[in-house]
Structure formats: C-alpha cells, structure tokens
C-alpha cells in the first residue's frame, strides 16, 4: 500500500505549515498514522501518532504544544499542522501507518525553516 506526503516548503521562523498524508491501497481506518522526521545525518525520529479507533494522540517532546496530527478516514488522509516553526524543526518529514505486522512509509517531503 502507498502514502504520499505534501505540504512541505520553505518558511520563516514562527510560520507554519500543513504537512498531508494521502494513503491508499488499505483500509486507514485500521491503522495507526504516524509523522517521523529525518535531521541529515541521524536517525529518523518520532514526531506524532494517532491512534485508530480511539484517536489518541502522542507527541514528541519537542513538538507538544506547538504541532497537531489529525486524521480523516474517510478521506484517506492525515495530517499534521505544524506551528510556530523554528530552525531546529528543519529535516524531511515521513508519514507512517502501522497495523499489526503491515507498515508502510512516505517517501518524505522537506521542511526547511528560516531564521
């Protein structure tokens, strides 16, 4: 199955952004839909996840407060908004949806963030 990421781009510091999600081949609605995000040289790193079902929400210690993931399955779609931007949130960013033993993974889409 396939996810397609959109929304990345350049923007000043204290800007925002709407990364997308789209999925298809699978029923989301099973799924837990996650964002990562790669800095060059380092492992990639949990940034949000939504739970199915129940829709919880977890964030990244460095995000709270400022990002939201969201999810719309009937749409196949999910989300993050990401606000007051800074610098240090500069990396590619990857959707990520898990049931059971089935993943799968974005190709990624940059967000860089200017001083």
């Known amino acids: 199955f396939r996810l397609v990421e959109s929304g990345g781009g350049v923007v000043k510091a204290g800007g925002s952004l709407k990364l997308s999600c789209e999925t298809s081949?699978?029923?989301?609605?099973?799924?837990?839909l996650s964002w990562y995000r790669q800095f060059p040289g380092r492992e990639r790193e949990f940034v949000a996840t939504?739970?199915?079902?129940?829709?919880?929400?977890r964030y990244a210690d460095a995000v709270r407060g400022r990002f939201t993931i969201s999810r719309t399955d009937l749409k196949n779609t999910f989300d993050l908004q990401m606000d007051n931007l800074n610098p240090d949130d500069t990396a590619t960013y990857y959707c990520?949806?898990?049931?059971?033993?089935?993943?799968?993974w974005g190709r990624g889409t940059q967000v860089t963030v200017s001083s």
């Open positions: 990520h949806a898990r049931f059971r033993q089935s993943e799968s």
């Open positions: 081949g699978f029923g989301q609605s099973r799924y837990d």
């Open positions: 939504i739970a199915s079902v129940t829709g919880y929400r």
